[in-house]
């Protein structure tokens, strides 16, 4: 591992915006950093002056200005820029270095015509939607849900909710039912903004039933407005609005309420292993901090670049992606199949709209490998610069075919994250070299380590991700967690103090970083990620099932994997092929049809520790070849004899290829 696959041109600094940075720094801060590793030390030990820095250098805009920079740099509870007030909003909606008249958002998609909305026309719409809002009794602290795909209107909506001071959710309309209410039931949202449905390809999607069922499990709904996306003449459901009438013509002025640095912006949601999604609660501050931080410095991105992401509304990405403007970037938005009709149509789209950064998940990157595709044959790339790729690790294969089947002169960037900060911890930067199979470098203000078993940093091998320094964009908290508790054990349980993150990493000595997958047991299918918790209430809630068990088995190759359900049946029934299509059936309605199993098989019994944990990782690694005994602690076990059926198992199953080491 670790061909160097991108050297930085000579002149990155005179060319770049973390150039620029560090021209500010020596000339406002009297600081002078020799290279990437020493701006990175000084960024995670002086977080008073990084952080104040960003605050400076970017000219956020703000009502009351801070008192001081971090008041307590305690984990959990690090209180940053006490006493400022700011909107969220307002600083995206500036726009930096773009006219009036500059496209701003580019929207395509598989179920209408492309549109594009200029720095002005987003204003436009900004400013009504927000009155609309009011008028429907929205203000400070009231939740607005969307269940709406990538499209300009989700975008409007949460730049309308937060200019009031109000607080967006977003869920993607392919999510079920059940994962929707699981989620919003949480927050009581006053406002729901729905669409009618959407198109998947050439395949029409309905959702209007679903819609309703939402609209009947939320009681603290007071409108719901309809947005006609599938059927542009549907006529609106009952006692809805249409988006045309949130959207009306007014003379309101577009204001925006000067909220304090912590105050909820939005609400994400993070699927543990056992229980409801947990609701992240992130603030206006830290996530515009974040953003301008990693969009700016380590993205490179700024007025003249069109930054496109592949991500729904149901995930932290497209959170990422809508900030953009904030640094002066236009955004590319696309809803739809992006393997329709075939594998190529996102590098045309990119060509399409003149993208200069890309953004993708490795799966997706590792699929058009595996179709033999070369986008640079099929779309002209010229103006890309940048390749981003997150959602699960790249092996070297996938940066090896970037730059021979994409572009030689590109920075592949490779990033790692998560919805709980709303931002990549590790990724790529302008000033470093690009080597295959590794994610470049710590993100700025990121005090990434990886530690041992016993706690104790390690370098050069594989550890626990911890962050051992307090963030701004990590949450506020979560939602009705008034005393912190669940907070607590989701992040600061096992190191007190100290953010353990639940993915294996190994850093090296230049601080590349390699990530090998989640420490837990989170489903992750096509970008859309669910926690088994869900997946088994719903397998779970039919009467023929007693207990089940799910282990999603990736591919290296980077496909979709397999997922494999195990159900422990009610007595005397026997699985057979109208149960399984039952079970698929109520998973597609509940969930998503990506979490359809591609096989069910029928055990006697799931393993369970004594706690009554089940124990899908174990399960997993027996799958993939691990001893019985190397893969759970028996003592710990209820019901140990459960894993011999799983181990005979595998041994019928053929044996999955070796992956190649690179």
């Known amino acids: 591992m670790g061909d160097v696959l991108w050297t930085p041109p000579a002149d990155v600094r005179e060319r770049s915006r973390i150039g620029a940075y560090l021209r500010w720094l020596a000339e406002h801060r009297g600081l002078e950093f020799a290279d990437y590793a020493a701006l990175w030390e000084w960024s995670v030990t002086d977080l008073d002056g990084f952080w104040r820095s960003v605050w400076d250098h970017f000219g956020v805009v ?5 008192t001081v920079t971090l008041a307590d740099p305690a984990m959990p509870g690090a209180r940053w820029f006490p006493g400022a007030t700011l909107n969220y909003a307002e600083n995206v909606l500036r726009m930096p270095g773009l006219g009036d008249d500059d496209p701003v958002v580019i929207a395509h998609g598989q179920t209408r015509a492309p549109q594009t909305l200029t720095a002005a026309e987003l204003r436009e719409q900004v400013r009504r939607v927000a009155a609309g809002l009011r008028r429907l009794g929205v203000g400070p602290g009231d939740r607005v849900a969307a269940y709406a795909p990538n499209i300009p209107e989700t975008y409007v909506l949460l730049l309308a909710t937060a200019s009031l001071g109000a607080i967006f959710s977003s869920c993607a309309p392919e999510f079920g039912t059940r994962s929707v209410t699981d989620r919003w039931r949480q927050i009581e949202p006053t406002v729901l903004v729905a669409v009618d449905g959407y198109r998947y390809g050439d395949k029409p999607v309905d959702r209007r039933g679903e819609v309703a069922a939402i609209r009947a499990a939320l009681p603290s709904l007071r409108h719901t407005v309809a947005v006609a996306y599938l059927d542009p003449a549907g006529p609106a459901p009952d006692g809805a609005v249409s988006w045309a009438e949130l959207a009306a013509p007014t003379d309101e002025p ?7 640095f912590d105050h909820p912006l939005y609400v994400l949601y993070s699927s543990g292993t056992t229980g409801l999604p947990k609701p992240i609660v992130h603030g206006h501050g830290g996530i515009l901090l974040e953003h301008l931080k990693m969009l700016a410095l380590h993205h490179d991105l700024g007025p003249g670049d069109r930054f496109f992401w592949f991500t729904t509304t149901g995930w932290m990405m497209w959170n990422f992606l809508v900030s953009a403007p904030a ?4 955004i590319v938005l696309f809803d739809g199949n992006p393997g329709h009709p075939d594998l190529g149509g996102l590098w045309r789209l990119a060509a399409e709209t003149g993208t200069t950064y890309f953004g993708t998940s490795a799966p997706f990157l590792l699929a058009c490998r595996k179709a033999g595709l070369v986008p640079r044959e099929v779309a002209d790339l010229s103006a890309l610069r940048g390749v981003g790729s997150t959602g699960a690790p ?6 090896t075919w970037v730059y021979e089947a994409v572009g030689t002169d590109l920075q592949l960037q490779s990033l790692s994250g998560g919805t709980d900060v709303c931002t990549g911890f590790v990724g790529g930067v302008p000033l470093l070299p690009v080597h295959a199979g590794e994610i470049t470098c710590r993100a700025l203000g990121a005090r990434v380590e990886a530690r041992s078993a016993d706690g104790t940093p390690v370098l050069g091998e594989l550890g626990e991700l911890v962050i051992t320094a307090p963030m701004p964009s990590m949450p506020v908290g979560f939602w009705n967690d008034t005393d912190g508790s669940r907070y607590r054990e989701a992040y600061f349980e096992l190191y007190p103090g100290v953010w353990r993150h639940g993915d294996w990493i190994t ?7 390699v990530i090998t997958g989640r420490s837990d047991a989170t489903l992750n299918r096509g970008g859309v990620r669910l926690g088994t918790a869900e997946f088994y209430s719903v397998v779970e809630g039919l009467d ?3 207990d089940s068990v ?22 005397g029934l026997e699985l057979d092929d109208a149960l399984r299509r039952k079970i698929c059936r109520e998973l597609r309605t509940a969930l998503s049809p990506r979490h359809v199993p591609d096989e069910i098989h029928q055990v006697r019994a799931v393993p369970r520790t004594l706690s009554a944990k089940k124990l899908e990782v174990p399960v997993k690694k027996i799958l993939t070849g691990t001893p019985v005994d190397d893969a759970a602690a028996k003592g710990a076990l209820a019901n140990p004899e459960s894993l011999t059926a799983f181990a005979a198992f595998a041994q019928r199953r053929p044996a999955p290829e070796a992956p190649a080491r690179s």
């Open 550 to 571: 799910v282990v999603h088995l990736e591919d290296d190759e980077g496909g979709a994997g397999e997922l494999l359900l195990f159900v422990v049946l009610a007595e």
């Open 62 to 66: 703000a009502h009351t200005g801070p």
């Open 254 to 260: 577009l204001t925006f309420a000067g909220v304090p």
């Open 327 to 330: 640094v002066g970037a236009a």
């Open 544 to 546: 023929e099932v007693v």
């Open 507 to 513: 850093i090296n000595e230049r601080g590349g970083c």
């Open 394 to 399: 790249l092996p070297a294969e996938g940066f």
